[in-house]
């Protein structure tokens, strides 16, 4: 017996097959299956209800989400209009002098998390929050503007979907603000967006009314230069580069061999074995299997901090061994995706000898993305943005063999 066994293990290191589930050694054989898998950007979740999709998140022990605090978020950007407003003079503000402040509302995708949250965060600060993040579902707020109370109406808000049928789409964004400016005139005392691309978007609007406040979310490079030359009010950063280092950290651990808190805390909250650690805070939620990035407000006192190039100086070229990880992303014209978070992960993944092959998708069709997550055997790890929330096992059911 013991004869039999010492010839098998012979065997496997002669051949150099080790089973699935170590993947430490050179040569090693890891089912698609047994691989880490790291969901970003677009937390597994149900479109409707928002309810975390954890048939996905448990597909195997080595699956996690890197994403911010989408909630926490909103109610920054909420903030940040209120704070905005009340050092503000009313008579700039309230343009028509009605004693009622209007605004218009750029929603990102009703399906998905981080849009509701803002959705909700900006209705909660302005009192217009009647307990849904649909279109058109709000109730009159009331607002502090220079020391004074105002009322607080939502003169319309709306998904911004492209012909094309795209979510968060900047184009339809100038469309509609074209529209808002004439049917509404000077009612519109406020601009607020999901997202800066949809912001951007309403900017480029040819009859936009000049001077009303925007807001918009990611900070983007183009928004970060849009404070510092006065068009765009503020934003909010969702710290592209924790997120986008934070994907990879946890990848990078998982190929070595890491296993419980360490995935998520090496390199993270501490140095990892490569001396490597992100410098802003990350907070984990085991329940979720989830790291989160902080946001942070963005305006005219502070937008210098967030120009491109400030890159994190914690983490340096490794020794680690080189791993391929198969990347996808939902659509290849979202703003945030393709103007932050690609360039912060193509800068990153070197540092950390990660060999990323990015595919990326349409921003409407599953199939965009999915049709081009193959060649599965010749990775080492996958990272997935979806295009719906809800597709979480079209991507695990293609790992199974
Ligand atoms: C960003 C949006 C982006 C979306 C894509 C959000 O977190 O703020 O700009 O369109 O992610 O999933």
Known sequence: M????????????????????????????????????????????????????????????????????????????GKL???????????????????????????????????????????????????????????????????????????????????????????????????????????????????????????????Y??????????????????????????????NVDAQAAGTLQVLRNLLDGLTGADVYTKGITTADQYGNKITPAVDYKADVKGLFALNGPVNSSNWKQYTAGNRDAGIKKSAAPAKKVLLTIYNSADNFLSSSYLPALQYYAPLMNINLTVVQGDGQNESSCLDKFTNLNNYDAYAINMVKTNSGRDYTDKLKY
């Open 2 to 77: 013991k004869k039999l066994t010492c010839t098998v293990l012979v065997l496997a290191l002669v051949s150099g097959l080790v089973f699935a589930g170590g993947g430490k050694d050179a040569g090693s054989v890891v089912l698609n299956k047994d691989k880490p898998l790291v969901f970003f950007n677009r937390q597994p979740s149900d479109p409707t209800t928002g309810a975390i999709d954890m048939a996905s998140m448990n597909w195997n022990d080595k699956t996690y989400y890197v994403g911010f605090d989408a909630a926490g978020g909103g109610a920054v950007q």
């Open 81 to 207: 209009i209120t704070d905005f407003l009340s050092s503000a003079d009313a008579k700039k503000i309230d343009r028509n002098g009605d004693g009622v402040i209007g605004y218009v509302l750029c929603i990102g995708d009703v399906g998905h998390n981080d849009s509701k949250a803002r959705t909700e965060g900006i209705r909660k600060a302005l009192g217009t929050w009647s307990g849904s993040t649909d279109p058109g579902k709000v109730k009159e707020g009331s607002v502090v503007v220079g020391g004074k109370t105002f009322k607080v109406v939502e003169l319309e808000g709306k998904a911004m979907t492209g012909t094309d049928g795209s979510t968060w789409n900047a184009n339809a964004a100038t469309e509609a603000m074209g529209g808002w400016a004439t049917k509404f005139g000077t009612n519109i005392d406020m601009v607020v967006s999901n997202n800066d691309g949809m912001a951007m978007g309403c900017l480029q609007a040819s009859n």
């Open 209 to 238: 009314p000049a001077g009303v406040p925007i807001f918009g979310y990611d900070a983007n490079a183009d928004a970060i230069e849009a404070i510092g030359a006065g068009k765009l009010t503020g934003t909010v950063s969702q």
